[in-house]
């Protein structure tokens, strides 16, 4: 005898919309199964109560992804572009990455949740020896949307991880990456940065577990909040005892752009070995009142100086894109949000 | 042009209290001429530079400041900047990450949009600020670097000036623009503020040494102390000053 559990619509729609699924996507029926969707009981998600966000979810949906052929046959120097988008109802999808030895790859992940959907995305990626990936997500989800992206990374020896996030939240956005980093030469860049507007949440994720020696990890988040907007980032590094000369350096910092504006963040280090250099950083701010008056001084009208402020804030992450081309685009994306924002 | 009738001010200190600063403060400075402001540390010099050009947190609580025939208390900040007043800072604002260039493209634009002009284009404005940069001795370099980020005291200065000559503004407060500059900077900044000097175009300098006034030298010298304007005189007044310091005004100001 199990005691079975009460789903709610959106729990019951994401178990019919996985119906016969396998491999990922049966564990999530699974879960949902047995546990239902996460509230802010389960620590992991305190500042993301996915089951009360997904309250108004009914049907099943559809998460359509193009993109997809490319991944099977991977040449150095390729640049893919992923499109997923979940419609409304509750859907779930995956795919699997194999970024080949020696060679480099960008894969550019358009996220996109339309309204009343509950989306889940989830992305398995290895990278082999000496391979890097250059992966940016950008999350652009209609702001009654639920979207759940998560990954799962693995770094052979002497790979290399350059990733880039970008989100302008959503009723909940969240985006969860686990990276298993093996040092011994691998080498992984964290960039991140989100902007809420009123009534939008976006939650960054990050665990970055360190099993062998000299491995190097970098991370700057930085987000802009709207009064109303809450902003979440979870960041955890787990160094291994056998990982010795592990140099991981965290740091979030978000500014309050109102007094309702919401941050919460939780920045973690769990170290087991004795000889690392391993730090974290967490600050939150507002606008430098003395910077604005400056601009305003010269001409610029205050939403016109404010926007620049941030702007100019928020591009540091975005700095750390190797692409040319794809940091000016994210840089324009960035400028079209602060330009709903105020 | 600008015209400070009775003005008082108070501004709210970290503790929460009210310290009035501005104490009835009368001054005129007609277009064309150049009026100098001297007086001890704490009397309100760079106080009035803020309440001119509408800073948070400076409350005029008394008097009146009209500007072009403008209540300037009526307007933001940006619309002071717009009607041509132009606030040389004594402690110039660093601003990381938005390249001076860009920063002061925008400010120009902002304003001639708002007095209904046209937009300067971008190969325009290129143009116009090579050639002000070459006048005040700033390489291009600098001016890619955001605004103020690691300048020096000096250079943080002269490109306050810079900004100047190239919004060209209709009345500029320097607020001891000449500290921190070393003498040829000195000439080369004093040579940019005479070339701003025009019929039309009003000058406060605020200032502690006499070498300022050697270079520009005002049409009118007034004393400040404890928020007033306590003395005006010729430009002798800023040799006299130099002599024998302000005693001799401190008391008349208590
Ligand atoms: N925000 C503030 N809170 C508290 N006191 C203030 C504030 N702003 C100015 N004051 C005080 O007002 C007085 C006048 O300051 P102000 O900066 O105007 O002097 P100043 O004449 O420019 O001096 P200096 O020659 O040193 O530049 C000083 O005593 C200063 O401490
Ligand atoms: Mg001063």
Known sequence: MSLTLSHIPAEQALIDALDGATGWRAQLRETTRKDGLPTRRHELWKWSDLRRAANDVTGVGALTVSGLDALAQLADGDRIELAVRASAGASAGDAELVVPGGTSVTLVERLHGEAGALGNWHLNVRIEAGGRLDRIVVADHHESAVFIGSAEITLDEGATLNQTLIDSGAKLSRNETHIAHPGQGASVELGGAYILAAGRHADTTTVVHHTGPGGITTQLVKGAVASGGQGVFQGKFIVDRAAQQTDARMTHRALMLGEKAEIDAKPELEIYADDVQCAHGNALGTLDETALFYMRQRGLPEAKARALLIESYLAEPLDMVRDEALRDELKVWLRTRLGALT | ?254
């Open chain 2, 1 to 254: 042009m600008l015209k400070i009738q009775d003005l008082r001010c108070k501004v709210e200190t970290q503790d929460g209290e009210e310290k009035p600063i501005l104490k009835g403060l009368s001054l005129d400075v007609p277009a064309g001429e150049v009026h100098a402001i001297m007086g001890p540390n704490g009397s309100g010099k760079s106080t009035l530079s803020y309440v001119l050009t509408g800073r948070d947190g400076y409350e005029v609580t008394g008097g009146s400041m009209e500007f072009a025939g403008e209540d300037l208390a009526a307007l933001a900040p940006e619309e002071r900047a717009a009607l041509g007043l132009y606030l040389s800072f004594q402690y110039p604002v660093e601003i990381p990450g938005v390249p001076t260039i860009t920063f002061l493209k925008e400010a120009l634009n902002a304003q001639r949009a708002t007095r209904g002009e046209e937009e300067v284009s971008a190969p325009q404005f290129m143009k116009l600020i090579r050639e002000k940069a070459k006048q005040l001795n700033v390489s291009m370099d600098m001016l890619k670097r955001p605004v103020n980020v690691g300048f020096s005291g000096g250079e943080k200065k002269r490109m306050e000036i810079l900004q100047a000559l190239v919004l060209e503004p209709k009345f500029l407060i320097l607020d001891e623009t000449d500290s921190g500059l070393d003498i040829d900077a000195l000439k080369i900044v004093s040579d940019g503020v005479n070339a701003l000097r025009a019929p039309d175009r009003g000058m406060l300098v605020i200032t502690h040494y006499q070498r300022l006034l050697d270079h520009i030298t005002p049409d009118v010298v007034h004393v400040m102390a404890d928020g007033r304007i306590v003395k005006s005189g010729g430009p002798e007044l800023a040799r006299e000053l130099e002599a024998e310091g302000y005693d001799k005004y401190l008391g008349e100001a208590a």
